[in-house]
């Protein structure tokens, strides 16, 4: 049985084969819901928008997801969270 890629999967494949790809990635450009479905990315709605931007050295995009609503983390609970997502060590000693 074949498990099931999640979103964040997806979207790192995707990144890689845009990367490798310049045709791939000019048709994620032009249109990346088709791609995006074409590759397994389950949309949160029906009618999401997707807008592709690309980093540069003179350009940097932060994109800042929607936090959970079910779940109620402290200040310190989330910090440590992101740092695990970003792979920043956060013991002091």
Known sequence: MKVKETSREVLNRVTVKAW????YMENLINNPTKILEEEGFQ???RN??????????EE???VIPTAPEEINFSKEDILKLVAQRLQIDTDPG
Do not use: L, Q, W, Y
């Open 43 to 45: 949309f949160p709605k």
């Open 48 to 57: 999401s928008k997707v807008i592709v931007h690309i980093n540069t050295d």
């Open 60 to 62: 940097i995009h932060v």
């Open 20 to 23: 490798t790809n310049p045709e």
